[in-house]
């Protein structure tokens, strides 16, 4: 008998479900890093034999049936373990939309702890516009100073300020002369309007300088204000990022920030959006934001999905280690986990049609890749294949406590959103409505205080037709926060 850890499936980092396709992906993976041309490493010349053997073993359908029976019983995922649970156990026979949830959480296996964290390639954009002039740039300095000193040496860090252009304050390179980057992030003053693709284009440019697949790669956009004219150009560059697997997160300042337009931009990279409502609070989201990256034993996490006509995604949110809505696509970026810590994904899945001849309906099959530095060979590869079984008649099922939860505050933060978008269309009294239900449900939950400041909203539009900005950032983080709540207790959101 082998055991799974000293399995070719473990080697080469696939499920034991893995399709051909996948074990031909992973050793080229493989391979591209253990071949003798490129790796002079003592020991890359037998792995890399081994992963010939694995591979030869795996893609032949003959030699792979004989092989798996000298393993134990059952599934086999390498580097992490995964667990899927939906909203409903079958799904009934009809040519009818269906809508099905599954709650994906993701665990990595511990890894060799003599590994330690990625070397981290991280580039700050720092809005310098009129409108950060004073306490909020004077904070935003201070915590990016502290934050380069707790750089590792190895790491890769440029620093970029932008208004209405954009001017790179700290060149790419190596943390190494810390008093004089420090220096030098003490110049940035405060002048201009917002452009923020004047930032971000330098940003990625300095990052990318250095990108390896050694490093984490993330860019940090700090910004108090809307851009303007300049909105295409930023999504086109996050999809560069996200196709180079660079992270980009946003922390807005105050209430004038464009938080949709932040969030279509980070999301896009598996990244994600903070609300920063107090100047005072700068320092310790910046230094959480740090410490989650200094943390990271999991980067690159992609969920590649195969396209069926049966089968839409409608939403993909993720629940821990940070709440946030993920961008729709074949390939969905999903970001980086902290040592330790479990990605919970949700997704809400339309079921277009369930034909009588199924007795087991295939729901979605998708590839989950993840880098983890701990692992010889660090990209891990996992099959999903979704099923659910099929039945003549509809069914009365509960679902599972924990997906019922996560649907039931999803439904929350989705109000919400609606209510804007009920005010954005002009239907104000409908937006009345869903915010003073929201608040009620809020209530119940014993979330009082975030339920005063929901019937406050409500008042304002019933009055004026308008929510605050500030009203509206506080609800829509407010709720969100309760999805991280709803998964991992009091653990606080990065």
């Known amino acids: 008998m082998?055991?799974?850890?000293e399995s070719h499936y473990e080697f080469l980092g696939v499920s034991k479900n893995a399709t051909p396709a996948e074990i031909r992906q992973a050793y080229h993976e493989a391979a591209r890093q253990l071949h003798p041309d490129v790796n002079s490493s003592p020991g890359a010349a037998d792995q890399f034999i081994r992963a010939k053997e694995a591979y030869e073993v795996l893609s032949d359908a003959g030699r792979r049936s004989v092989y798996d029976k000298k393993l134990p019983r059952g599934e086999f995922t390498p580097g992490a373990a995964l667990e899927i649970r939906y909203s409903r156990e079958t799904l009934t026979v009809s040519p009818e939309e269906q809508l099905l949830y599954a709650l994906l959480d993701i665990s990595?296996?511990?890894?060799?702890?003599?590994?330690?964290r990625p070397r981290i390639n991280l580039s700050i954009?720092?809005?310098r516009s009129t409108s950060m002039q004073g306490t909020r740039l004077h904070r935003v300095k201070k915590t990016a100073s502290d934050l380069v000193q707790q750089l590792n040496d190895s790491d890769i860090l440029s620093v970029i300020s932008f208004s209405d252009r954009g001017e790179v304050v700290v060149p790419s390179n190596l943390v190494s002369d810390r008093r004089k980057i420090d220096a030098q992030i003490g110049l940035i003053q405060a002048s201009g309007g917002t452009e923020i693709y004047q930032g971000l284009q330098l940003g990625f440019q300095e990052l990318s300088r250095y990108k390896r697949d050694e490093f984490i790669n993330y860019v940090i956009l700090i910004t108090d204000g809307h851009t303007y004219g300049d909105e295409e150009h930023c999504l086109e560059l996050a999809d560069r990022a996200a196709a180079a697997g660079v992270t980009i997160l946003g922390l807005g300042i105050g209430s004038e920030w464009n938080d949709r337009f932040l969030d279509d931009i980070t999301k896009k990279t598996g990244g994600h959006s903070t609300y920063v409502a107090r100047s005072e609070d700068i320092s310790n989201l910046l230094e959480a934001k740090f410490q989650a990256m200094n943390e990271s034993a999991v980067k690159n996490i992609v969920l590649h999905v195969d396209e069926s006509p049966d089968v839409d995604i409608r939403y993909a949110f993720r629940l821990s280690p940070d709440p946030g809505e993920l961008n729709i696509a074949e390939t969905i970026p999903l970001g980086?986990?902290?040592s330790g810590h479990t990605y919970s994904l949700l997704l809400e899945l339309m079921i277009k049609n369930v034909p009588a001849t199924d007795s087991e309906h295939p729901v979605l099959e998708a590839t989950l890749t993840m880098d983890m530095p701990g692992r010889f060979i660090p990209k891990v590869w996992l099959h999903l294949s979704l099923t659910r079984a099929v039945s003549p008649e509809a069914r009365q099922e509960a679902p599972p406590e924990s997906v019922l939860e996560a649907m039931s505050t999803l439904t929350l933060f989705r109000m919400q959103e609606r209510a804007k978008q009920d005010v954005s269309d002009g239907n104000v009294e409908q937006a009345t409505t869903r915010l003073r239900y929201l608040a009620t449900r809020l209530l119940a939950q014993g979330e009082d205080s975030l339920a005063?400041?929901?019937?406050?909203?409500?008042?304002?539009l019933a009055e004026g037709g308008t929510m605050s900005k500030t009203g509206e950032k506080e609800i829509k983080y407010g709720t969100r926060a309760l999805?991280?709540?709803?998964t991992v207790g009091s653990e606080v959101p990065f």
Do not use: K, N
């Open 108 to 116: 990595p296996y511990e890894v060799d702890s003599m590994a330690g």
């Open 483 to 486: 999805l991280l709540r709803s």
């Open 336 to 338: 980086a986990l902290r």
């Open 452 to 460: 005063t400041a929901v019937l406050d909203q409500a008042g304002r």
């Open 2 to 5: 082998i055991s799974f850890a």
């Open 125 to 127: 954009v720092i809005d």
